[in-house]
């Protein structure tokens, strides 16, 4: 019996992998061409993988969500094709939200985790309200469900992203690829895949799993602030980046053996200069589904319905409301809310500082030592902020 195993998490499923790729690579390489029977059989294989045996409850869960969402996102094709009412899209985009939102609430209303509840719901809900939203726009004019179910259960990026665009995720399972196009992308695979090995079980496995219990063990027994309070903070922002990098890569590079052009999650983000460019590199699908689907619409009404007379402080709103939902998707506990907070005080003052910047661009020099300082600055203010993340304040303080 095959066990049930977390993607990306341990050798065996690597083995189970490469096994079960080898003749989709072997065929593209031949040909170019894409198999429509053999990848809906490894993608079977691998969601039971995942989320079968001891799992078999969130797999149940999941099959639940899928018709639930691909039911209520056909239904709202149609109702759109007839009638464009805007209640009836916020009424969508509600339903859809729906069960990740029971997820989040439920451990603080009895305890228990959510029935609904499984690995990556999160993400196949950013999908599914994208597609609502997007269908809305027009930009998506045709609703096929079963490629809408493929791009949900695409099982390479299924429990944490990256977070693909319906749209260019269609686009991929239309065309074919020249043999020598997926040659280049099978050599970047490869590279993103060993990349990963590095990232995840040797970087983040040294940092989080060696490194980090005993310098939080010294932060615990020295109590307050202390340098190795500060050891801990940037150990952890390390454990964070080269864990997650790693996992990002795993599932970039699979989907490339798939002949799928998934994005990329990370961009060296630590050598960002200020934390909006920041935001543009680290978990970047994440942050541009907040900023196009979030964000930017809430702009559009602020602006539209003349909320505010200046636009910055529209602006300014929107931040703060972005990266409170931000935190409070990520738990509904004081460390994550503060987290969100904090940064969006962050992005508010480097708008006030380029603000600044672009007035005196005469008087302020730059050059590279003015960018090094902010990229030291910038790197150590995410740092502070993954330490509110990591909720070890909360075992040190409380």
Excluded at 268 to 274: D, E, G, L, T
Excluded at 318 to 340: D, K, P, R, S
Aim: charged share 15%; aromatic share 22%; glycine share 6%.
């Amino acid at each position: 019996m095959i066990p049930t195993l977390t993607p990306y998490a341990e050798p065996i499923y690597f083995l189970y992998l490469f096994i079960a790729l080898a003749p989709i690579v072997i065929h593209f390489v031949s040909t170019g061409k894409r198999w429509k029977v053999y990848p809906a059989i490894v993608t079977l294989i691998f969601l039971y993988i995942s989320f079968g045996g001891t799992h078999l409850h969130q797999g149940l869960a999941l099959i639940a969500y899928v018709i639930f969402e691909s039911l209520l996102t056909w239904l709202y094709h149609v109702y759109r094709v007839r009638k464009n009412s805007s209640w009836i899209f916020y009424l969508a985009v509600l339903m859809a939200l729906l069960p990740l939102i029971l997820v989040k609430i439920t451990p603080f209303i009895d305890g228990q985790n959510s029935i609904f509840g499984f690995l990556g719901i999160s993400y196949l809900t950013f999908k599914s309200v994208q597609v609502i939203m997007e269908t809305r726009d027009g930009l998506i004019k045709e609703f096929s469900p079963l490629a809408y179910i493929r791009f949900l259960l695409f099982f390479p990026t299924i429990s944490s992203g990256p977070i693909d665009r319906f749209r260019r995720f269609e686009k991929d399972e239309e065309n074919d690829l020249e043999p020598s196009e997926y040659v280049e992308m099978l050599g970047q695979a490869v590279w993103k895949i060993f990349l990963g090995f590095l990232y995840k079980f040797i970087l983040g496995y040294f940092f989080g799993q060696v490194l980090l219990p005993q310098i939080g063990l010294i932060a615990l027994n020295k109590g307050g602030l202390s340098w190795a309070l500060v050891g801990y903070m940037y150990c952890y922002s390390m454990y964070l980046f080269f864990d997650f990098a790693g996992y990002s890569l795993f599932a970039v590079g699979t989907s490339y053996l798939l002949g799928y052009k998934t994005p990329d999650n990370f961009n060296k983000p630590f050598s960002a200069p200020n934390i909006k460019e920041f935001w543009n590199r680290w978990h970047m699908s994440l942050s541009f589904w907040f900023r196009d689907f979030i964000y930017m619409r809430l702009m559009f009404m602020l602006i539209k319905k003349k909320v505010f007379k200046s636009r910055i402080v529209a602006s300014n709103v929107g931040y703060f409301a972005l990266f409170i939902i931000m935190g409070v998707w990520h738990g509904l506990t004081w460390y994550y809310i503060v987290y969100g907070l904090y940064h969006a005080t962050l992005i508010c003052l480097n708008d006030v500082w380029l603000r600044f910047k672009k007035k005196h661009r005469q008087s302020i020099p730059s050059n590279w030592g003015t960018k090094g300082l902010a990229t030291f600055i910038t790197f150590n203010a995410v740092c502070f902020s993954f330490l509110i993340f990591s909720g070890f304040l909360n075992q040190l303080f409380f």
